[in-house]
C-alpha cells in the first residue's frame, strides 16, 4: 500500500475511559487510514474491546475525541456509530436467526413501498451485497440455516449496505475453519481495496501479519505501538503484547507412566467409527482434524456427552459404561469444555464456587458446606493456577477469558481426575495466559496426569502433545509421533479422503 | 460513599421502597399504621409471600412454575376432604404432601419427557386444576363447626398469626438452603448455565425434582392457609396465584435470568404488594382500579430497577 495516497479517514485523539477502579483506555492514540486493514491486538484487559465499543457507540468516553475526516464526532448509541458510516462486527452476532438473510441484512430501514415493506427490493439490494462478497446465498433464506461463517458474511454484508466506511471486526475468526478464514481474510483485504478502511481486531497473530497494512499493539489500557506489518515479526508484537518473551516450539520431552486409559473400537452415532488407542500417565495425547472430523465427538463421548453406540472404555483396567457427565467425573475423568461461556463457566457465581461446585460433597459438614474447607480448598487451586483476581468472592464474569479459563481448569484439576480432557484448552485466551496454561499442563502431566487434547490450532498441538492422532471423516487416518509432528503432516493426514 | 450507596441502593432498593410507600400510607391514612392492620397486611403477604419463597428457587435456577394456582387449590381440596377422616394436623401433612407430588410431577415431565418448564408447568396449570374440579365434583369442601384448621390462619405465638410465622420461617429455612447448602449451590449453578453445570457434575435432573416438589409443598401451604381462612376449600381458589409469586419474587430482586435468589427480598417483594392493596382499600379505591394500580406500580418498580442508568448517588446529587 502506498500509505502517502491514503488519507486519514477516522482518528482517534487521547482516548481515556475510566471504569470504577479501572482505567481502561489511558490517553489513547490510533489512526485508521482508508483503504487499509489495520490491526489491532492485545492482551484480554489490553483496552481493545473498550475503544472498539467507543467507535460502536456503546460507551462514552471519559476524555478524548473520535474524528471522522477530520470532525470530531460523539456518539450517543450505535445506531449514531452506524449512520455516521462505522459498522462494528462484534463476536457475538447482532443477527435475529429466525428472521431471513435479507431482513437481518435491512434490518431497522427496511425498504417500503406505500407503507409496506418492499420484498423484491429488499431481496435484490441484499443479493448485490452479498455477490460483493462474492457468496452466493439466497437472501429468503431464514439465517438460522446457514453456517457460522456464512452468518459472519451476512453481518459483513450488512456493514456493506450500511454503506460503512469503516468496519472494525472483532475477533473475526474465532469460529470458522482453515478455509473459512483464508475466505474472511480475502474479503478484508478486498474490503480495503475498495476504499474502505478495516479494524482487525485478533488474537491470531498469524492472521494479523497475513492480512494488515499495519498493526497497533494495545497493553494494560496504553498504545504501545504502531508500525506497518512489513517493519514487524510475530515475536516484536508478542514481546510488546505480553512485555516478555513467550516460549514456542515442540513439547519438552516426556516419561511415560503404565496405560491408564484403553479405547477400543468406539463408535459414536454417524460421527466416529472403531477408533481405538490408549493413553499413558504423563502423556499428552492430541486428536487433530478438520471440522466435522470426529476428534470433538470423541472427547464428548467419553466425557458421557454423546451416546457411545458400540466400544470398550477401560480406565485403570476397569471398564468403564459412561452416559452422563456426573458419571465420568466420578470415574475420574475431567474435562474442559472446548466453549468456555456456553458450557465452562457459572457467570453468576464466584471464582470460588466456579472451582468447587463440582466436590462440594467433600467440601461438606453435617448438610452445608463448610465456608473455611471451601475458602482453603479454592485458595489452593487459585494459587496452583495462577488465578487472576481482586478476591475469591469476585464474580468470574469480571475475570479476563484467561483467568477465567483457569478457573474451570482448576474446577476440573479439583474433581481429583486422573485423565484430563481438553477440548480447545486457550480458545479466546490472550497470548500471555496462553503460555501460562501451556506451562501449566506441562507440569500437571509431569506429575502424573493423563491428557487427551483436541484442538484446531495446529501449532498448539505441537506444542503440547507427544503423540498425535488425526482424524477424518469420524476415524483415525494416521498416528504421528515427536519429531513427526508438524502442521504439514498433520493436514495431509486430515485432508486425505 | 458514592460506591456504597449504589451498591446498598442494588441489594435494598425494595426495603427503601417498602419503607416509603410505608411513609407514603400512612400520612395519607392513618389507619394505616395500627397495630391490627399492621399483622393484616403482613398476614395477606404471607400468604403470597409462602408461595413465593418456593418461586424464588424455580426462578433462581432458570425456570418458572405456572402451576402453582392449581396446586395451591388442589391441596386445600385434598387437606379439607381428609379432615374428617384423619383430623387436622394429618390432614395439613397431607396437603403439603399432595403438592409436594404434583411438584414432583412437573418435575420429571421436565427431565424426563424435556418438555421446558413453562410448557410442562402450563400444563399441568389446567391438569391440576381439572383434578381438584373432578376430585370435589365442584363443590365447595367446608369445614364450618370444625375451626381445628383455623390454626394455619389464626393467632398462633405471641399474639402473631400463623401465616407471619411459617413465611419468615420457610424464607429463613430456604435461604440457609441457597446460601449455605450444597443443594442451593447447584440450583444457583443450574440458573446460572445449564450445560456448564451439568459438565461439572451437578445432577441436574434430581435438583430439578427437588426444586418444584418445594415449589409445590409451599404452593400447597399457602392454599391451605387460603382455605383456612375462609374455612373452605374448592377448586377455584387461587386462581392468578401463580402471576403474584412470580411478581413478588421478581420486585423483590431475583433476576429472572437465574443464578441468584434473595428471600428477603421476596419477603419484602409481597409485603410492598400487599402494603399497597391494603393502602387502597383504607383509600376506599374501588376494587377494580386496585388490580389496575397494582399493576402500574409494579411495572413502574421494575422499570426503575432495571434502567441501567439509574443511580441512587446520581439521584442524590441532582437534589443536592
Same mark, same amino acid.
Given at each position: 500500500m502506498n500509505e502517502n495516497n491514503h488519507r486519514v479517514l477516522l482518528e482517534v485523539q487521547k482516548l481515556t475511559r475510566r471504569f470504577p477502579g479501572v482505567l481502561a483506555l489511558n490517553n489513547v492514540d490510533f489512526d485508521l487510514r482508508s483503504g487499509e486493514v489495520h490491526a489491532l491486538v492485545g492482551e484480554n484487559g489490553a483496552g481493545k474491546s473498550t475503544m472498539i465499543n467507543i467507535l460502536a457507540g456503546v460507551l462514552s468516553p471519559s476524555s478524548g475525541s473520535v474524528l471522522l475526516d477530520g470532525t470530531p464526532i460523539v456518539f450517543h448509541n450505535p445506531a449514531d456509530a452506524q449512520h455516521a458510516g462505522i459498522s462494528v462486527i462484534f463476536q457475538?452476532? *447482532?443477527?435475529?436467526?429466525? &428472521?431471513?438473510v435479507a431482513e437481518n441484512i435491512f434490518i431497522n430501514r427496511e425498504p417500503t413501498r406505500n407503507g409496506l415493506i418492499d420484498w423484491e427490493k429488499m431481496n435484490r439490494h441484499s443479493k448485490e451485497a452479498l455477490k460483493r462478497l462474492e457468496i452466493d446465498i439466497d437472501p429468503r433464506l431464514p439465517l438460522s440455516s446457514l453456517s457460522v461463517a456464512q452468518q459472519q458474511l451476512v453481518e459483513i454484508a450488512r456493514a456493506l449496505a450500511f454503506d460503512a466506511r469503516v468496519i472494525v471486526m472483532d475477533e473475526?475468526?474465532?469460529? &470458522? !475453519?482453515e478455509h473459512e478464514v483464508d475466505r474472511l481474510l480475502d474479503i478484508a483485504r478486498s474490503l480495503a481495496k475498495d476504499g474502505v478502511g478495516v479494524i482487525y481486531v485478533s488474537h491470531k497473530l498469524e492472521e494479523v501479519f497475513k492480512v494488515a497494512d499495519r498493526i497497533t499493539v494495545m497493553r494494560d489500557g496504553t498504545h504501545i505501538l504502531t508500525d !506497518?506489518?512489513? *517493519?514487524?515479526?510475530e515475536d516484536k508484537v508478542i514481546y510488546a503484547m505480553v512485555g516478555r518473551a513467550l516460549i514456542h516450539g515442540r513439547c519438552p520431552d516426556r516419561s511415560f507412566g503404565e496405560i491408564v486409559l484403553t479405547v477400543k473400537d468406539l463408535a459414536v452415532e454417524d460421527s466416529v467409527h472403531n477408533v481405538s488407542f490408549e493413553l499413558r500417565a504423563g502423556e499428552i495425547l492430541g486428536l487433530a482434524g478438520l471440522m466435522g472430523s470426529g476428534a470433538t465427538d470423541v472427547i464428548e463421548a467419553l466425557f458421557g456427552l454423546r451416546d457411545a453406540k458400540a466400544g470398550e472404555i477401560n480406565l485403570q483396567g476397569k471398564a468403564l459404561a459412561i452416559d452422563n457427565p456426573r458419571n465420568a467425573i466420578r470415574s475420574r475423568l475431567g474435562y474442559v469444555p472446548d466453549d468456555r461461556n456456553k458450557a465452562g463457566s457459572l457467570p453468576d457465581l464466584s471464582v470460588k464456587q466456579n472451582i468447587t461446585i463440582g466436590i462440594l460433597g467433600r467440601l461438606r459438614r453435617f448438610f452445608w458446606i463448610d465456608r473455611k474447607q471451601e475458602q482453603g480448598s479454592a485458595e489452593t487451586y487459585r494459587e496452583k493456577l495462577n488465578v487472576r483476581c481482586s478476591s475469591l468472592n469476585q464474580r468470574i464474569s469480571n475475570l479476563s477469558g484467561g483467568n477465567q479459563q483457569k478457573v474451570v481448569l482448576a474446577r476440573a484439576l479439583a474433581e481429583d481426575c486422573k485423565v484430563l480432557l481438553l477440548a480447545e484448552p486457550t480458545r479466546g485466551v490472550d497470548v500471555g495466559a496462553k503460555a501460562e496454561i501451556y506451562i501449566l499442563i506441562d507440569t500437571l502431566v509431569e506429575s502424573g496426569l493423563a491428557v487427551l487434547l483436541e484442538s484446531s490450532e495446529l501449532p498448539e498441538i505441537i506444542r503440547l502433545a507427544n503423540r498425535v492422532l488425526v482424524f477424518a471423516s469420524g476415524q483415525i487416518r494416521g498416528e504421528l509421533t515427536g519429531e513427526e509432528i508438524t502442521q504439514e503432516s498433520v493436514m495431509a493426514l486430515a485432508t486425505r479422503v | 460513599m458514592k460506591n456504597f450507596l449504589n451498591k446498598f441502593w442494588k441489594s435494598y432498593s425494595i426495603a427503601v421502597v417498602v419503607l416509603t410507600v410505608g411513609l407514603v400510607l400512612s400520612f395519607l391514612t392513618p389507619r394505616f399504621l395500627k397495630f391490627d392492620n399492621l399483622l393484616n397486611v403482613m398476614t395477606n403477604a404471607s400468604l403470597v409471600a409462602i408461595v413465593g419463597l418456593g418461586m424464588t428457587l424455580a426462578i433462581a435456577s432458570g425456570n418458572f412454575d405456572l402451576s402453582v394456582g392449581s396446586t395451591a387449590a388442589f391441596a386445600g381440596c385434598i387437606a379439607f376432604s381428609l379432615v374428617p377422616h384423619i383430623g387436622v394436623p394429618a390432614s395439613i401433612l397431607a396437603g403439603v404432601i399432595a403438592g409436594a407430588v404434583v411438584g414432583l410431577i412437573n418435575g420429571l415431565i421436565i427431565t424426563e419427557l424435556r418438555v421446558p418448564a413453562f410448557i410442562a408447568t402450563l400444563g399441568m396449570f389446567t391438569i391440576v386444576r381439572g383434578a381438584a374440579l373432578m376430585y370435589t365434583d365442584g363443590k365447595d369442601l367446608t369445614l364450618f363447626g370444625q375451626? $381445628?384448621?383455623?390454626?394455619?390462619? $389464626?393467632e398462633y405465638l405471641l399474639g402473631i398469626p400463623t401465616p407471619i410465622l411459617l413465611a419468615i420461617g420457610i424464607a429463613i429455612l430456604l435461604g440457609f438452603m441457597v446460601s449455605q447448602t450444597r443443594f442451593g449451590r447447584h440450583i444457583l449453578a443450574l440458573g446460572s448455565n445449564f450445560p456448564a453445570a451439568q459438565r461439572s457434575g451437578v445432577p441436574t435432573s434430581r435438583i430439578i425434582w427437588g426444586i418444584f416438589s418445594i415449589v409445590g409443598a409451599t404452593a400447597a401451604l399457602s392454599g391451605m392457609i387460603l382455605s383456612s381462612q375462609v374455612l373452605t376449600a374448592n377448586a377455584r381458589l387461587a386462581t392468578g396465584l401463580e402471576l403474584s409469586a412470580i411478581a413478588v419474587v421478581v420486585l423483590g430482586g431475583t433476576a429472572l435470568a437465574g443464578g441468584q435468589a434473595t428471600m428477603v427480598g421476596t419477603l419484602l417483594g409481597a409485603l410492598l404488594i400487599a402494603m399497597i392493596n391494603n393502602g387502597l382499600n383504607l383509600l376506599n379505591v374501588p376494587i377494580f382500579y386496585q388490580e389496575l394500580t397494582v399493576g402500574v406500580l409494579m411495572l413502574g418498580a421494575l422499570a426503575i430497577k432495571m434502567s441501567k442508568g439509574f443511580k441512587l448517588s446520581t439521584l442524590l446529587r441532582r437534589q443536592a
Amino acid at each position: 500500500m502506498n500509505e502517502n495516497n491514503h488519507r486519514v479517514l477516522l482518528e482517534v485523539q487521547k482516548l481515556t475511559r475510566r471504569f470504577p477502579g479501572v482505567l481502561a483506555l489511558n490517553n489513547v492514540d490510533f489512526d485508521l487510514r482508508s483503504g487499509e486493514v489495520h490491526a489491532l491486538v492485545g492482551e484480554n484487559g489490553a483496552g481493545k474491546s473498550t475503544m472498539i465499543n467507543i467507535l460502536a457507540g456503546v460507551l462514552s468516553p471519559s476524555s478524548g475525541s473520535v474524528l471522522l475526516d477530520g470532525t470530531p464526532i460523539v456518539f450517543h448509541n450505535p445506531a449514531d456509530a452506524q449512520h455516521a458510516g462505522i459498522s462494528v462486527i462484534f463476536q457475538e452476532f *447482532n443477527l435475529v436467526p429466525q &428472521l431471513s438473510v435479507a431482513e437481518n441484512i435491512f434490518i431497522n430501514r427496511e425498504p417500503t413501498r406505500n407503507g409496506l415493506i418492499d420484498w423484491e427490493k429488499m431481496n435484490r439490494h441484499s443479493k448485490e451485497a452479498l455477490k460483493r462478497l462474492e457468496i452466493d446465498i439466497d437472501p429468503r433464506l431464514p439465517l438460522s440455516s446457514l453456517s457460522v461463517a456464512q452468518q459472519q458474511l451476512v453481518e459483513i454484508a450488512r456493514a456493506l449496505a450500511f454503506d460503512a466506511r469503516v468496519i472494525v471486526m472483532d475477533e473475526p475468526t474465532a469460529a &470458522l !475453519s482453515e478455509h473459512e478464514v483464508d475466505r474472511l481474510l480475502d474479503i478484508a483485504r478486498s474490503l480495503a481495496k475498495d476504499g474502505v478502511g478495516v479494524i482487525y481486531v485478533s488474537h491470531k497473530l498469524e492472521e494479523v501479519f497475513k492480512v494488515a497494512d499495519r498493526i497497533t499493539v494495545m497493553r494494560d489500557g496504553t498504545h504501545i505501538l504502531t508500525d !506497518s506489518t512489513a *517493519n514487524l515479526d510475530e515475536d516484536k508484537v508478542i514481546y510488546a503484547m505480553v512485555g516478555r518473551a513467550l516460549i514456542h516450539g515442540r513439547c519438552p520431552d516426556r516419561s511415560f507412566g503404565e496405560i491408564v486409559l484403553t479405547v477400543k473400537d468406539l463408535a459414536v452415532e454417524d460421527s466416529v467409527h472403531n477408533v481405538s488407542f490408549e493413553l499413558r500417565a504423563g502423556e499428552i495425547l492430541g486428536l487433530a482434524g478438520l471440522m466435522g472430523s470426529g476428534a470433538t465427538d470423541v472427547i464428548e463421548a467419553l466425557f458421557g456427552l454423546r451416546d457411545a453406540k458400540a466400544g470398550e472404555i477401560n480406565l485403570q483396567g476397569k471398564a468403564l459404561a459412561i452416559d452422563n457427565p456426573r458419571n465420568a467425573i466420578r470415574s475420574r475423568l475431567g474435562y474442559v469444555p472446548d466453549d468456555r461461556n456456553k458450557a465452562g463457566s457459572l457467570p453468576d457465581l464466584s471464582v470460588k464456587q466456579n472451582i468447587t461446585i463440582g466436590i462440594l460433597g467433600r467440601l461438606r459438614r453435617f448438610f452445608w458446606i463448610d465456608r473455611k474447607q471451601e475458602q482453603g480448598s479454592a485458595e489452593t487451586y487459585r494459587e496452583k493456577l495462577n488465578v487472576r483476581c481482586s478476591s475469591l468472592n469476585q464474580r468470574i464474569s469480571n475475570l479476563s477469558g484467561g483467568n477465567q479459563q483457569k478457573v474451570v481448569l482448576a474446577r476440573a484439576l479439583a474433581e481429583d481426575c486422573k485423565v484430563l480432557l481438553l477440548a480447545e484448552p486457550t480458545r479466546g485466551v490472550d497470548v500471555g495466559a496462553k503460555a501460562e496454561i501451556y506451562i501449566l499442563i506441562d507440569t500437571l502431566v509431569e506429575s502424573g496426569l493423563a491428557v487427551l487434547l483436541e484442538s484446531s490450532e495446529l501449532p498448539e498441538i505441537i506444542r503440547l502433545a507427544n503423540r498425535v492422532l488425526v482424524f477424518a471423516s469420524g476415524q483415525i487416518r494416521g498416528e504421528l509421533t515427536g519429531e513427526e509432528i508438524t502442521q504439514e503432516s498433520v493436514m495431509a493426514l486430515a485432508t486425505r479422503v | 460513599m458514592k460506591n456504597f450507596l449504589n451498591k446498598f441502593w442494588k441489594s435494598y432498593s425494595i426495603a427503601v421502597v417498602v419503607l416509603t410507600v410505608g411513609l407514603v400510607l400512612s400520612f395519607l391514612t392513618p389507619r394505616f399504621l395500627k397495630f391490627d392492620n399492621l399483622l393484616n397486611v403482613m398476614t395477606n403477604a404471607s400468604l403470597v409471600a409462602i408461595v413465593g419463597l418456593g418461586m424464588t428457587l424455580a426462578i433462581a435456577s432458570g425456570n418458572f412454575d405456572l402451576s402453582v394456582g392449581s396446586t395451591a387449590a388442589f391441596a386445600g381440596c385434598i387437606a379439607f376432604s381428609l379432615v374428617p377422616h384423619i383430623g387436622v394436623p394429618a390432614s395439613i401433612l397431607a396437603g403439603v404432601i399432595a403438592g409436594a407430588v404434583v411438584g414432583l410431577i412437573n418435575g420429571l415431565i421436565i427431565t424426563e419427557l424435556r418438555v421446558p418448564a413453562f410448557i410442562a408447568t402450563l400444563g399441568m396449570f389446567t391438569i391440576v386444576r381439572g383434578a381438584a374440579l373432578m376430585y370435589t365434583d365442584g363443590k365447595d369442601l367446608t369445614l364450618f363447626g370444625q375451626t $381445628g384448621f383455623k390454626v394455619l390462619s $389464626g393467632e398462633y405465638l405471641l399474639g402473631i398469626p400463623t401465616p407471619i410465622l411459617l413465611a419468615i420461617g420457610i424464607a429463613i429455612l430456604l435461604g440457609f438452603m441457597v446460601s449455605q447448602t450444597r443443594f442451593g449451590r447447584h440450583i444457583l449453578a443450574l440458573g446460572s448455565n445449564f450445560p456448564a453445570a451439568q459438565r461439572s457434575g451437578v445432577p441436574t435432573s434430581r435438583i430439578i425434582w427437588g426444586i418444584f416438589s418445594i415449589v409445590g409443598a409451599t404452593a400447597a401451604l399457602s392454599g391451605m392457609i387460603l382455605s383456612s381462612q375462609v374455612l373452605t376449600a374448592n377448586a377455584r381458589l387461587a386462581t392468578g396465584l401463580e402471576l403474584s409469586a412470580i411478581a413478588v419474587v421478581v420486585l423483590g430482586g431475583t433476576a429472572l435470568a437465574g443464578g441468584q435468589a434473595t428471600m428477603v427480598g421476596t419477603l419484602l417483594g409481597a409485603l410492598l404488594i400487599a402494603m399497597i392493596n391494603n393502602g387502597l382499600n383504607l383509600l376506599n379505591v374501588p376494587i377494580f382500579y386496585q388490580e389496575l394500580t397494582v399493576g402500574v406500580l409494579m411495572l413502574g418498580a421494575l422499570a426503575i430497577k432495571m434502567s441501567k442508568g439509574f443511580k441512587l448517588s446520581t439521584l442524590l446529587r441532582r437534589q443536592a
